[in-house]
């Protein structure tokens, strides 16, 4: 579809094209995007709801520039959907809106950004296929889009076509969505989860979905989350990651397909600095600059190992 931005539609390993001052990237399923150092953004890839922002729906194959965006600080996209954080802590989102993901108070697509409502003060945001969410300067957590993610306060599976305050999340520092769960990092180093928990990826040692957040089993010296579909992932101050959910691709990277409904530790990584994660993989980059990955390899996205998976991480060549 494109989505490697470097002209062609082939399986390849090159620079994207037309790209030079980039701050910022992400990837989602089927598109990527990047902010410029000017606060533009620009994206390329599959089109279909218009995710793109450029005020189409066609496809490219080489990055567009997203209309009217000229102070965005950072970009985050989902599976159709993407969104960017504005320099005046409002949020502006654009693509498919079947669930209400853009915040405006529509389930209508848009091929442009659109301002989601009532956000004034964001610092972070956090995208995936079916909802979103935004840290604000107060520690809270607000989120709209999709059912399932236990966005409403007191509690309900309803979707919200507007932005809701998460239950009970007063002091978060960071924010991360799943497929179907979200996490937040709190300034004390804990993690609480929320939403689907059919694979233990609340972290709680439960299976069972929660409508507002619970506290993640044993992990209190956390830095930063990343959550895939039905995994998550922590990295710890000490240079360890734990991760918990589900592995049959191996993405916990603990050395079993097995899941873990309590936090896991990834084997032999000490050193990490950041952590980050698809689908059903999961990567960490090093101290000595190097990255690891582990997990699902269907299409070559561990690199180390081309279309073999793993359970325990295997270092990227040539990075």
């Known amino acids: 579809y494109g989505q490697l931005g470097d002209g062609t539609f082939y399986n390849l390993h090159n620079l994207v094209a037309n790209i030079s001052t980039a701050a910022a990237i992400a990837a989602g399923d089927i598109h990527t995007c990047a902010l410029l150092a000017g606060g533009?953004?620009?994206?390329?890839?599959?089109?279909?709801?218009?995710?793109?922002?450029?005020?189409t729906i066609i496809e490219s194959k080489v990055p567009v520039e997203v209309t009217g965006i000229t102070t965005a600080t950072a970009i985050t996209v989902?599976?159709?959907?993407?969104?960017?954080?504005?320099?005046?802590?409002?949020?502006?989102?654009?693509?498919?809106?079947g669930h209400g993901q853009l915040g405006n108070g529509t389930i209508i697509q848009s091929i442009v950004p659109v301002e989601v409502t009532g956000i004034?003060?964001?610092?972070?945001?956090?995208?995936?296929?079916?909802?979103?969410?935004?840290?604000?300067?107060?520690?809270?957590?607000?989120?709209?889009?999709?059912?399932?993610?236990?966005?409403?306060?007191?509690?309900?599976?309803?979707?919200?076509?507007?932005?809701v305050e998460v239950t009970g999340i007063t002091?978060?520092?960071?924010?991360?969505?799943?497929?179907?769960?979200?996490?937040?990092?709190?300034?004390?180093?804990?993690?609480?989860?929320?939403?689907?928990?059919?694979?233990?990826?609340l972290g709680n040692g439960t299976t069972t979905n929660s409508l507002t957040p619970v506290s993640v089993s044993g992990v209190s010296a956390a830095t930063?989350?990343?959550?895939?579909?039905?995994?998550?992932?922590a990295l710890l101050d000490n240079g360890t990651i734990k991760c918990w959910g589900y592995n049959g691709n191996g993405q916990l990277g603990n050395g079993t397909f097995s899941g873990s409904i309590t936090p896991a530790s990834v084997s032999n990584i000490s050193t990490a600095?950041?952590?980050?994660?698809?689908?059903?993989?999961?990567?960490?980059?090093?101290?000595?600059s190097?990255?690891?990955c582990w997990g699902e390899n269907g299409s070559g996205q561990l690199f180390g190992s081309i279309f073999t998976g793993r359970n325990i991480p295997v270092t990227v060549d040539g990075y």
């Not at 533009?40 to 005020?55: D, S």
């Not at 989902?78 to 809106?97: E, F, R």
């Not at 600095?273 to 000595?288: N, P, Q, V």
């Open 40 to 55: 533009t953004i620009k994206c390329w890839g599959w089109n279909n709801y218009g995710q793109l922002g450029n005020g």
């Open 78 to 97: 989902g599976t159709s959907h993407s969104c960017a954080l504005l320099d005046n802590g409002t949020i502006k989102c654009w693509g498919y809106n």
């Open 120 to 163: 004034t003060t964001a610092t972070a945001i956090a995208v995936t296929g079916g909802h979103s969410c935004a840290l604000l300067d107060n520690g809270t957590i607000k989120c709209w889009g999709h059912f399932g993610q236990g966005l409403m306060d007191p509690g309900s599976f309803i979707s919200s076509k507007v932005p």
């Open 171 to 201: 002091t978060a520092t960071a924010i991360t969505v799943g497929t179907y769960h979200s996490c937040a990092l709190l300034d004390n180093g804990t993690i609480k989860c929320w939403g689907g928990n059919n694979e233990g990826q």
């Open 224 to 233: 930063s989350i990343s959550a895939g579909t039905l995994h998550s992932c």
């Open 273 to 288: 600095t950041a952590i980050g994660r698809g689908g059903y993989h999961s990567c960490a980059l090093l101290a000595d």
């Open 290 to 292: 190097t990255t690891r």
